[in-house]
């Protein structure tokens, strides 16, 4: 069965520091890739999304970079973070176009 | 911007009675999907309803589209206390990945 991990759960940084959070995908090959932002109470919006190894598309313009190193592996970066960047990072994969996102369990990042 | 907007923002009802979120969207859509997120965790997907459909039915699950009213409603009956939850509606639309843009949501909950 498909599984997707997801870590730290939580992290707290200050100002200024880099940040690299990891997401993996197992029991799938080639799935589309995705990474959305939470804030507190409020819908997910989608930063990045990646359809394979290398290919990535950014959806807003913001302090952040991904990457797909492998074909299951994303990583969501920043080499300074900002105190706007806090909230719920959430990475979902897609197995099939146009089909359901299955979804991590999301890192709680506070900026300090 | 194509973001669905639910309605109302928090519903509060007791158990055993039914629940109705309702969805809106601005474009053309491909589908449209329900998920579901407890508290800090990720969103599960509920159900996924196409374009060309207009309800479907998942257990105590019931979603309705209008199209032509770019409109949707996700029905739960017979509701318990472990559907206390946010409530999601994402619209699809394709342009290489799938791209789901989600509402704020709808905070439900139910009272024993």
């Known amino acids: 069965s498909q599984t997707i991990h997801q870590w730290p759960a939580t992290l707290v940084q200050p100002v200024g520091s880099p940040l690299s959070l990891e997401c993996t995908v197992e029991g799938t090959s080639n799935p589309n890739l995705y990474w959305y932002r939470q804030a507190a109470g409020r819908g997910l919006q989608l930063l990045f999304y990646s359809v394979g190894i290398g290919q990535i598309s950014s959806e807003v313009p913001q302090n952040l970079s991904a990457s797909r190193p492998q074909d299951r592996q994303f990583i969501l970066s920043s080499k300074k973070l900002l105190l706007s960047d806090s909230g719920f990072y959430l990475c979902?994969?897609?197995?099939?176009?146009?089909?359901?996102?299955?979804f991590g369990n999301g890192t709680r990042l506070t900026v300090t | 911007s194509q973001q669905g907007e639910e309605d109302p923002q928090a519903l509060s009802i007791q158990e055993g009675e039914n629940a109705t979120m309702n969805c809106s969207y601005k474009t053309s859509i491909n589908n449209l999907q329900w998920y579901r997120q407890n508290s800090g965790r990720g969103l599960v997907h509920l159900i996924l309803?196409?374009?060309?459909?207009r309800e479907k039915h998942s257990g105590r699950l019931r979603v309705t589209l209008d199209t032509s009213k770019k409109s949707s409603s996700l029905l739960i009956t017979a509701s318990r206390a472990a559907d206390t939850a946010s409530y999601f509606c994402?619209?699809?639309?394709?342009?290489?990945?799938?791209?789901?843009?989600f509402g704020q949501g709808t905070r439900l909950t139910i009272n024993p």
């Open positions: 994402a619209t699809g639309y394709l342009q290489g990945a799938q791209k789901l843009v």
């Open positions: 309803i196409r374009s060309n459909e």
């Open positions: 979902a994969w897609e197995g099939v176009s146009r089909s359901p996102l299955h």
